[in-house]
């Protein structure tokens, strides 16, 4: 939430210039305040831990935020619940129909990184969707595939395969400290990664509309920006709980494929061992930073998006 402080004061400026939430007095008097609208279109196969994970992160904030969960009406989960899509989901297809606005949207990963984009067999309505919230949406934040996918379908940013699975906690560095999503980060943070592919930098650098937030020399790109922040695309996965990579790990090694151990999360490499979890901060920090960068840009009338 914001400060409110005089603007002859002389840390006024000095925290705007770090993108610090300061407000006028007179702002104050005349904003008006109503809940967020946040939609998340979750398309991991772990629907109820996937919706545990961003509502814990969402909900660490004064704000009140109106949660709309969504899915891909085109393709049937096989993982969720029984009826529970049905009972707490809309499909893609009916809120592009009904064209409501909100303030944020969310959109996962999911398990289809190592098929071309147009294979993927919601594809069509994942990009009618991604195409909606370009108008209808304030700020949306992509994560992994989504943002992959994204990138894809807005921009041509073209993704590649790797030789073997990125996967651990890595650090990452903050190309811009006083970009509003970062806030209070410090220069290296840690967060988990989980992926067979990644995006090319190359296409990205040379884009003018996006900007490099973070990166590392290991993980490659981690997070971009466009439309000053309105477009988020975070290609790891900093809402992980502190068990995520652990059953990834222990699915796939049932299952017979190639996986290592991830990478700075057992104590010594060592998977008898619980992790230690070294991203928690960060992951509230960013998705606090997020919820307030909306809730101070987003029209109070929708309508005006």
Same mark, same amino acid.
């Given at each position: 939430?914001?400060?409110?402080?005089?603007?002859?004061?002389?840390?006024?400026?000095?925290?705007?210039?770090?993108?610090?939430?300061?407000?006028?007095?007179?702002? #104050?008097?005349?904003?008006?305040?109503?809940?967020?609208?946040?939609?998340?279109?979750?398309?991991?196969?772990?629907?109820?831990?996937?919706?545990?994970?961003?509502?814990?992160?969402?909900?660490?904030?004064?704000?009140?935020?109106? !949660?709309?969960?969504?899915?891909?009406?085109?393709?049937?989960?096989?993982?969720?619940?029984?009826?529970?899509?049905?009972?707490?989901?809309?499909?893609?297809?009916?809120?592009?129909?009904?064209?409501?606005?909100?303030?944020?949207?969310?959109?996962?990963?999911?398990?289809?990184?190592?098929?071309?984009?147009?294979?993927?067999?919601?594809?069509?309505?994942?990009?009618?969707? !991604?195409?909606?919230?370009?108008?209808?949406?304030?700020?949306?934040?992509?994560?992994?595939?989504?943002?992959?996918?994204?990138?894809?379908?807005?921009?041509?940013?073209?993704?590649?395969?790797?030789?073997?699975?990125?996967?651990?906690?890595?650090?990452?560095?903050?190309?811009?400290?006083?970009?509003?999503?970062?806030?209070?980060?410090?220069?290296?943070?840690?967060?988990?990664?989980?992926?067979?592919? #990644?995006?090319?930098?190359?296409?990205?650098?040379?884009?003018?509309?996006?900007?490099?937030?973070?990166?590392?020399?290991?993980?490659?790109?981690?997070?971009?920006?466009?439309?000053?922040?309105?477009? !988020?695309?975070?290609?790891?996965?900093?809402?992980?709980?502190?068990?995520?990579?652990?059953?990834?790990?222990?699915?796939?090694?049932?299952?017979?494929?190639?996986?290592?151990?991830?990478?700075?999360?057992?104590?010594?490499?060592?998977?008898?061992?619980?992790?230690?979890?070294?991203?928690?901060?960060?992951?509230?920090?960013?998705?606090?930073?997020?919820?307030?960068?909306?809730?101070?840009?987003?029209?109070?009338?929708?309508?005006?998006?």
């Amino acid at each position: 939430m914001p400060i409110r402080i005089p603007k002859a004061l002389p840390a006024y400026n000095a925290l705007r210039e770090e993108q610090v939430f300061v407000m006028t007095s007179d702002r #104050a008097e005349h904003q008006d305040i109503r809940p967020l609208k946040v939609a998340i279109v979750n398309l991991m196969p772990t629907t109820v831990d996937t919706e545990i994970q961003l509502l814990r992160l969402l909900g660490n904030t004064p704000l009140q935020v109106d !949660i709309t969960l969504l899915r891909m009406g085109s393709h049937e989960s096989r993982n969720a619940p029984p009826g529970h899509l049905e009972k707490f989901y809309i499909s893609a297809k009916e809120i592009i129909a009904l064209s409501p606005r909100f303030d944020g949207f969310i959109i996962t990963g999911a398990p289809v990184e190592t098929l071309n984009f147009e294979e993927v067999d919601y594809w069509d309505e994942f990009a009618a969707m !991604i195409d909606y919230s370009a108008k209808n949406v304030f700020s949306t934040l992509h994560i992994c595939w989504g943002a992959q996918a994204a990138l894809y379908r807005r921009y041509g940013v073209p993704k590649r395969p790797l030789e073997k699975k990125l996967f651990g906690v890595f650090p990452h560095q903050v190309n811009e400290q006083y970009a509003a999503l970062f806030r209070g980060f410090d220069d290296e943070f840690l967060a988990p990664q989980s992926r067979h592919t #990644a995006t090319d930098r190359a296409a990205i650098a040379a884009d003018s509309r996006l900007t490099i937030q973070s990166e590392s020399e290991e993980t490659g790109v981690f997070i971009v920006t466009a439309r000053d922040g309105r477009e !988020i695309y975070v290609t790891g996965h900093l809402e992980y709980d502190p068990l995520t990579l652990d059953r990834e790990y222990r699915r796939d090694k049932d299952k017979g494929l190639p996986i290592e151990i991830p990478k700075n999360y057992y104590p010594g490499d060592d998977p008898s061992k619980t992790p230690v979890v070294r991203w928690r901060a960060h992951a509230h920090l960013f998705f606090n930073n997020w919820l307030n960068y909306v809730y101070q840009e987003t029209p109070f009338n929708l309508d005006n998006l």
